[in-house]
C-alpha cells in the first residue's frame, strides 16, 4: 500500500492529474500482453527525465517500488507490479527530439513507437530496422529494455545493434547519460549494453540516441510453401549455408496457419508449413538474392514459391503473420509462449524434438517465428482449467528448455526472463554468473526498489536494507 | 438487445496483447490505457463482476469512445469491441437514464412536428450565441454551398467555444416543395404491374440532410434520376434512430425504427437509398439487432435491411448511368474530355459508418475518379476516424475536435482543395476542424461534386 504522504509526494511532482490511485486506473495498468494482473498501488504518468528522477528519488528514499511502463505489449510480465508499487507509464514521453540528418542518428524520448518513429525516418530516406511484431503498439524504451528484436534481426540485428547513447535515471534518481552520439567509443565500461536488455531493472530510460541507416532501396517478398515443418526448417538452414543474405526469414507452422487461415482462405487451407522471405538492397542484387531464394527453397521441397507482386498482398501478409500470436488462442484458451533460440543450422533438430515433446504429451505446441536467426516462438497451449493438462504443458516448457540448451540455444531470444521465465534463468546461466549479475543489481539498486521480482526468482531479488 | 452479463465470454477473448492500441483515435490523443479497447473491456468485466462500481469514470472511460470500430477490425483474437461498448452503454442508460438534454431531444425524435419547431426556434436566436462565419473560416466552397456555419461566441454546454455549427437549414429538406412531391403515396396494388419497369429508389433523407444540408439530398436525388431510376421520398419518415442508439437509448431507437420500417413499407421499393453513412449503417445492420428477439418485426427489418443502400453504393454498382436520357440531361457534354472541364483536386475521407460498417471503401473514390472536372487524390489516413461518432462530440467535445487534427494534417499533406465525405457528420466535424486548425479546404459530400 502507498501510504497518503507518498501519494501526496508524488501529486506534488508531476501534479493532481498525472497521478491516480483509482480503481479504474489501477485496472488498467494491471496487466500485459502475459494477460496475467497484478494491481499496483498507483500509476504515475511523468512529462519528462526531471520528474522521473524526483519520483524514483522519492521512492528509494522511502521504499516503495517503481515499475517502468512502455505499452504494455511485454511477454514476460516485465511492466507487471507483482508484488504493489507504483506503476511508471511513459506514455507523455512520446516526442522525437531529433532527427540528424547529417549524421545519421535520432534523439528521442522513451514512450515512442516504435512504427511512428519508423514511419518518420523513413519518410528522410533513413531506416530504423528492429521491427518486433509488436511494433505498432511498442515503445522505444520497452524495445531496449527487453532488446527486442523482429523479423528483420536475420540481417540487420537487434535494438542493441541501434542503440548509440542513453538517458537513464538510476535507482537512486541520479540522471545519467551513457554512451555517445559517435558511431564508436570506448571510454569507460559499456553501460548502454548494460541497460539495454535490463528489463527496467537498473534504470528507467528517459532518452535515448539511436542509429539509423539509409532506406534499402527496394524489397522482395516471397511465400514459400512446404509440405511440412521439416522441409520449410531444412529451406532455412540451406538459406544460411548457402550464404544468402535474406532480411527476413519468418517460419510458420501448421497450428499457426490454421488460427490465420482467415486472411487468404483459398491459399492458406490445409498447408504444411509456410516461409516468409524477403530481400533487400538495390534492384538488381535483390533480384539475383530473390532467384537464389527460389532454388534453395525447391530443392529443399517447396511445393509453391509466390513474389509478392503489390504492397496490398504484402501488407495483408504481414497483418496476418503479426496476428499469429494473439490468434493462437483459437486453439486452446491458454498458452506458455517462449521465445527460444537455437543456431541455423540446429533448427530441424529443435523443429523435430518439440513436434515429439508435444506428441508424447498429448499438447498442440505451435511454432512460428523468426527462423532466419534461429529464433522460435514456441506456443505451448493448454486450457487453464484443466489441471493435468496445465501440469502436462509445464512439464513440457522445462523439457523444451532442456532441448534448447542441449542444442547449444538460448531459452529467450527477444523476450526477455521478466517473471515467466525466472525459475529457468539457472538452467541457463551458471552460479557464478547468476551471482555476479544480483551483485551487478544490487550496486544499482540498494534498495530494491526498481522493478522487483523480475530476472531473478522472486524473494532473493528484493532484499529490503 | 442482448444484457451486457452475456458479453462476459466475448470480453474474455480478449488476450490483452494490445493490438487495439495501434489504431484507437482516442488512446492517440489521451494517451491513457482506459482509452483503448484493452482497457475499457478490463473495467467493463470488472463492473459486471461486481468488483468496480458504476463510477463517475467508469461512465467516463465507457463514452469516453468515438465508436469508430477499429479496435474491432484490428483485433487478432476477434473480440466484437463495440458490442460490448454498445452494451455497457445500454446498461449505463438502464441504470442511470437519460441526461434531461438526451432525453428532450431522443424522446421527441419521431415527432414530425416538434423536432423542426423546436430547431426553427433556436435558427432565429442563433444569433445571440453564434456568430456566422466566413467562408474561409467554414472550409466551404461559396461557389459549392452559400450556407457556412456558425462560430460559438462562448463555451456553451454539448457546444464548447469557439466551435463552428452547421446551421440549421431554412427549409428542412423534407418540406421543400419537390421532394413532397415524391412523397405521394403510390397505391399498393400497382406496385406489382408493368409500370414498374425503371428501377424504383426510396429515399431516406436522415436528420443531417433533412435539418443541416437539404442540397445534399437534393443532389443526391438528382444523381438517382439522371440514372433513369424513379425515386420516392417515403412522407412520415423520422431520424433513424441511431444517435440514441450509440448513447444507449435502445427504446427510442427501437421505435423509431418500427416507425421507418412501417412508412417505407408503405411504398414499393427495389433500393432504400441514404447519404448518410450512419444512417446506412443503422438502416442495413441495427435494425435487426434491435428486434433480435422479435421473430415478426425481426423478419420485416431483415427485409428492409436487404433493400438498403449507401447513396455511393448504389450509384457505383446498383444503378448503370443513363448518361443520354433524353430530358435528363447528362451533367458534362461527351465531347472535350476531361482537360476541357476544369479541374478540383478533392481527396476523399472514409466515414468509419461506411468504410469499417459496411465495407464501403472503394465505391465513393471510384465514383469520384469517374466524375467529371475532378481529380481525385488519396489522402494519408483517410480512413482515421473523425473523431464526432458514438455521441463523443456531445460528451466529449474537446477530445472529440482534438481526433479531427490528424485529419486537418491529412488533408494539408493531400494538397487536394476539396475533402469529400458520404457523411453528414462528417462533414460538420470536418469543416469545424478545417475552421479550428486553420486550413482553407473545402468539404462536400460526394455526390454534390457527381
Ligand atoms: C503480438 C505481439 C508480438 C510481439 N512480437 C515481438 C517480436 O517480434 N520481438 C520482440 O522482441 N518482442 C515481441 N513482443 C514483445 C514486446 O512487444 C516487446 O518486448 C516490446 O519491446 C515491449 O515494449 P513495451 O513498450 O510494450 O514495453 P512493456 O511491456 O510496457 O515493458 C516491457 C519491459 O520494459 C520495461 N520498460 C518499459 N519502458 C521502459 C523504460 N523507459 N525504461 C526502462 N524500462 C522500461 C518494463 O519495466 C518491462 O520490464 C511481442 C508482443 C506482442 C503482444
Known amino acids: 500500500m502507498l501510504s497518503d504522504k507518498n501519494y501526496i509526494s508524488l501529486e506534488e511532482i508531476v501534479g493532481k492529474e498525472q497521478v491516480s490511485a483509482s480503481k479504474e486506473d489501477l485496472l488498467c495498468y494491471s496487466y500485459d500482453a502475459t494477460n496475467t494482473t497484478y494491481l499496483p498501488d498507483a500509476v504515475i504518468f511523468p512529462a519528462n527525465a526531471l520528474e522521473v528522477s524526483r519520483i524514483v528519488e522519492l521512492a528509494n528514499l522511502r521504499g516503495f517500488s517503481i515499475i517502468a511502463r512502455g505499452a504494455g505489449s511485454g511477454f514476460t510480465g516485465g511492466s507487471l507490479a507483482v508484488s504493489g508499487g507504483v506503476v511508471l507509464s511513459t506514455e507523455r514521453m512520446k516526442r522525437v527530439i531529433k532527427i540528424d540528418e547529417e549524421n545519421l542518428t535520432a534523439t528521442v524520448e522513451p514512450g515512442v513507437i516504435t512504427w511512428e518513429f519508423q514511419q518518420d525516418v523513413e519518410a528522410l530516406g533513413l531506416f530504423y530496422p528492429p521491427d518486433p511484431t509488436s511494433k505498432k503498439i511498442s515503445t522505444i524504451g520497452g524495445n531496449i529494455a527487453e532488446c527486442a528484436g523482429g523479423p528483420r534481426a536475420v540481417k540487420y540485428g537487434v535494438t542493441r545493434d541501434y542503440v548509440l547513447g542513453l538517458e537513464v535515471v538510476l535507482p537512486t534518481g541520479e540522471i545519467i547519460k551513457t554512451g555517445t552520439s559517435t558511431m564508436k567509443g570506448v571510454v569507460g565500461y559499456d553501460l548502454t549494453r548494460l541497460m539495454v536488455g535490463s528489463e527496467g531493472t537498473l534504470g528507467i530510460v528517459t532518452g535515448a540516441t539511436l542509429r539509423l541507416i539509409p532506406k534499402p532501396e527496394s524489397v522482395v517478398t516471397m511465400l514459400a510453401f512446404f509440405p511440412g515443418i521439416s522441409e520449410a526448417a531444412a529451406a532455412v538452414a540451406d538459406i544460411v549455408a548457402a550464404r544468402i543474405m535474406p532480411s527476413t526469414l519468418e517460419l510458420i507452422d501448421s497450428f499457426s496457419i490454421k488460427c490465420i487461415e482467415e486472411y487468404d482462405p483459398v491459399r492458406f487451407a490445409g498447408v504444411g508449413a509456410l516461409l516468409i522471405v524477403e530481400v533487400d538492397g538495390r534492384p538488381e542484387s535483390v533480384k539475383i538474392e530473390a532467384e537464389l531464394v527460389n532454388g534453395v527453397c525447391k530443392a529443399a521441397g517447396a511445393t509453391n514459391i509466390e513474389t509478392a507482386t503489390d504492397k496490398r498482398a504484402v501488407k495483408n501478409l504481414w497483418k496476418a503473420r503479426r496476428s499469429i500470436s494473439p490468434a493462437l488462442f483459437k486453439l486452446k484458451p491458454n498458452k506458455i509462449n517462449e521465445d527460444v533460440v537455437v543456431p541455423r543450422s540446429k533448427i530441424i533438430e529443435l523443429m523435430t524434438g518439440l513436434e515429439s515433446i508435444g506428441k508424447e504429451r498429448g499438447l498442440i505446441i505451435a511454432c512460428f517465428g523468426h527462423a532466419g536467426d534461429g529464433n522460435i516462438h514456441m506456443n505451448i497451449m493448454y486450457d487453464r482449467n484443466d489441471d493435468a493438462e496445465a501440469a502436462r504443458a509445464s512439464e513440457a516448457v522445462k523439457e523444451a528448455f532442456e532441448l534448447t540448451l542441449s542444442l547449444g540455444g538460448t531459452i529467450s531470444g527477444e523476450h526477455g526472463v521478466g517473471t515467466t521465465k525466472a525459475e529457468y534463468l539457472e538452467m541457463e546461466i551458471g552460479s557464478v554468473e547468476v551471482a555476479l549479475m544480483r551483485r551487478l543489481k544490487e550496486c544499482f539498486d540498494p534498495k530494491g526498489i526498481m522493478n522487483p521480482g523480475k530476472i531473478f526468482s522472486n524473494k532473493s531479488a528484493v532484499r529490503v536494507t | ?450
Not at chain 2, 92 to 107: A, H
Not at chain 2, 226 to 239: D, E, I
Request: hydrophobic share 40%.
Open chain 2, 1 to 450: 438487445m442482448k444484457d451486457l452479463k452475456s458479453f462476459l465470454s466475448e470480453i474474455d477473448k480478449c488476450v490483452k496483447c494490445g493490438t487495439c492500441r495501434s489504431i484507437c483515435p482516442t488512446t492517440r490523443v489521451l494517451g491513457r490505457e482506459s482509452a483503448c479497447a484493452r482497457g475499457k473491456l478490463t473495467l467493463i468485466r470488472a463492473y459486471i463482476e461486481g468488483e468496480l462500481e458504476m463510477s463517475d469514470d467508469y461512465t467516463r472511460h465507457v463514452k469516453e469512445c468515438a465508436m469508430c470500430g477499429g479496435c474491432r477490425d484490428v483485433c487478432p483474437a476477434g473480440v466484437k469491441t463495440t458490442d460490448v461498448y454498445l452494451a455497457a452503454r445500454a446498461d449505463l442508460v438502464k441504470v442511470n437514464g437519460l441526461s434531461f438534454l438526451e432525453r428532450m431531444v431522443f424522446k421527441n425524435l419521431d415527432s414530425t412536428r416538434l423536432m423542426p419547431s423546436v430547431l426553427r426556434l433556436g435558427a432565429r436566436f442563433k444569433g445571440l450565441l453564434f456568430k456566422a462565419a466566413s467562408p474561409a473560416e467554414a472550409g466551404t466552397a461559396s461557389a459549392i454551398e452559400t450556407d457556412t456555419g456558425l462560430i460559438s461566441r462562448f463555451s456553451l454546454p454539448l457546444v464548447g467555444g469557439g466551435r463552428l455549427m452547421p446551421t440549421v437549414a431554412k427549409r428542412f429538406f423534407l418540406d421543400l416543395k419537390e421532394v413532397r412531391r415524391l412523397g405521394k403515396r403510390p397505391k399498393k396494388a400497382s406496385s406489382n404491374t408493368s409500370e414498374t419497369a425503371s428501377v424504383k429508389v426510396a429515399f431516406f433523407a436522415g436528420c443531417g440532410v433533412n435539418y443541416l444540408m437539404p442540397h445534399v439530398g437534393t443532389a443526391s436525388l438528382k444523381c438517382i434520376e439522371r440514372t433513369g431510376a424513379a425515386v420516392s421520398v417515403p412522407k412520415g419518415q423520422v431520424c433513424c434512430g441511431m444517435p440514441a442508439f450509440y448513447t444507449g437509448d435502445v427504446e427510442t431507437a427501437e421505435r423509431l425504427a418500427r416507425k421507418n420500417i412501417e412508412v417505407f413499407e408503405e411504398y414499393g421499393y427495389d433500393f432504400v437509398a441514404t447519404s448518410c453513412a450512419t444512417c446506412s449503417h443503422g438502416l442495413k445492420t441495427v435494425f435487426k439487432k434491435l428486434f433480435e428477439n422479435d421473430d415478426e418485426m425481426r423478419d420485416r427489418a431483415e427485409a428492409f435491411s436487404a433493400k438498403v443502400r449507401d447513396i455511393t453504393e448504389l450509384l457505383a454498382r446498383d444503378l448503370k448511368p443513363v448518361k443520354t436520357v433524353e430530358g435528363i440531361s447528362p451533367t458534362a457534354p461527351e465531347s472535350g474530355g476531361k482537360e476541357a472541364v476544369k479541374q478540383i483536386s478533392v481527396t476523399y475521407h472514409d466515414p468509419c459508418h461506411l468504410n469499417r460498417n459496411q465495407g464501403i471503401k472503394a465505391e465513393p473514390r471510384a465514383l469520384l475518379e469517374d466524375a467529371e472536372g475532378v481529380d481525385f487524390k488519396n489522402m494519408k489516413f483517410a480512413c482515421s476516424c473523425c473523431g464526432l461518432g458514438g455521441g463523443l462530440s456531445m460528451t466529449n467535445y474537446d477530445l472529440s475536435i482534438a481526433i479531427t487534427k490528424r485529419k486537418a494534417d491529412g488533408a494539408i499533406a493531400s494538397g487536394a482543395d476539396v475533402i469529400a465525405t458520404a457523411c453528414p457528420g462528417c462533414i460538420v466535424q470536418l469543416r469545424d476542424a478545417m475552421q479550428r486548425y486553420g486550413v482553407d479546404k473545402k468539404v462536400v459530400h460526394v455526390v454534390e461534386l457527381l
